[in-house]
């Protein structure tokens, strides 16, 4: 599978219907042009992701919600002129994107991404790009065009190289489907920002709605590895513990000094600001995530607005896995 920074060739590829990771500022995409439903079943097929799990459709400019959303509501064009180009993701009724690209959904999730070379291949493209992360489904997300060597080898026709993503963290989505709007997922546009704009508080999903959007199941984002969250005041205790019956522990910490820890851990330092965690937090994951550890200890951040999303993905990716079981 060639990396290559040549965006003719990979836009050339997509018009014929093969699949082209590209590089955004979130995390890489597995694209295929959105226009055509077997390109879209064979994303399906590769990450091994369930059919009615529905997919974005990547554009390159706001004018372009009209080719694939109907009955757009004026805070539509609102939202997108403050935030695109950029990490924001908007549900909307659907217009022509195939029910293969929709899950089987009557609605679409729409983005244009900020990425320079995400932007000037859909430029090249023409058309709109359906595209999940670059990954195995409910793994963890690339970051790096190696990444997506890793997960797929030479099964993907070209992956682009765009370096690392500038955020690191899946888009936020917002549904404009009903009235007030909904948040599905957590991202680097902040509720705060969007209810500016919007001008009333914007409610989260609730527990156990039937909603499909990309990253609402329970266990999502996670590593081979077990990885287990725990606060700081816990974490050497659960570090002997787990020595002592001989497993191998990584812990990704914020506070905790090499001191603070028993010996024989490895000690990986995370960053204190939530946009840098954000940043660097899959590529540690996956750095980790190598085979020579059995368990991940994550400190648990702030229970804060600021870190909503990376705590989204760290209980996806932790689901199922309590510090007390060992």
Not at 113 to 125: E, G, I, K, M
Not at 133 to 138: E, I, M, Q
Not at 298 to 319: F, I
Request: with cysteine.
């Amino acid at each position: 599978m060639p990396i290559t920074r040549d965006i003719a060739l990979a836009a050339r590829q997509l018009r014929e219907g093969k699949l082209v990771a590209f590089p955004t500022e979130t995390v890489y995409g597995l694209g295929a042009d959105a226009g055509n439903a077997e390109a879209a079943r064979r994303v399906f097929a590769l990450k091994g992701r369930p059919a009615n799990h529905p997919l974005i459709v990547h554009i390159g400019e706001t004018r372009r919600i009209e080719d694939w959303a109907r009955d757009i509501p004026p805070l539509a064009w609102r939202l997108a002129e403050r935030f695109w180009p950029g990490p924001l993701t908007l549900i909307l009724k659907r217009g022509r994107a195939p029910l293969e690209v929709t899950g089987g959904q009557d609605s679409v999730g729409l983005r244009c991404p900020s990425h320079p070379v995400a932007l000037d291949l859909l430029r090249q493209f023409g058309g709109g790009i359906a595209a999940p992360s670059a990954n195995r489904f409910g793994r963890v997300s690339p970051t790096r065009a190696e990444h997506v060597v890793a997960e797929f080898g030479d099964a993907v026709d070209t992956i682009l190289e765009g370096g690392d993503c500038t955020v690191g963290l899946e888009s936020t989505i917002l549904s404009l489907l009903g009235d007030p709007p909904v948040l599905l997922r957590p991202g680097a546009i902040a509720r705060a920002e969007m209810e500016a704009i919007i001008g009333a508080p914007i409610p989260g999903v609730e527990p156990n709605a039937e909603v499909r959007a990309p990253g609402l199941l329970d266990s999502h984002y996670a590593p081979d590895t077990r990885l287990l969250l725990c606060g700081a005041e816990r974490i050497a205790t659960l570090t002997a513990g787990l020595l002592d019956r001989g497993r191998r522990v990584a812990v990704m910490t914020r506070t905790l000094a090499p001191d603070d820890l028993p010996p024989g851990v490895r000690r990986h330092a995370m960053p204190t600001e939530p946009s840098d965690y954000g940043r660097q937090l899959y590529a540690s994951l996956r750095t980790l995530d190598s085979g020579d550890f059995d368990d991940i200890i994550v400190e648990q951040p702030p229970d804060e607005e600021p870190w909503r999303a990376v705590n989204d993905r760290l209980g996806r990716a932790s689901h199922g896995n309590f510090p007390s079981v060992t």
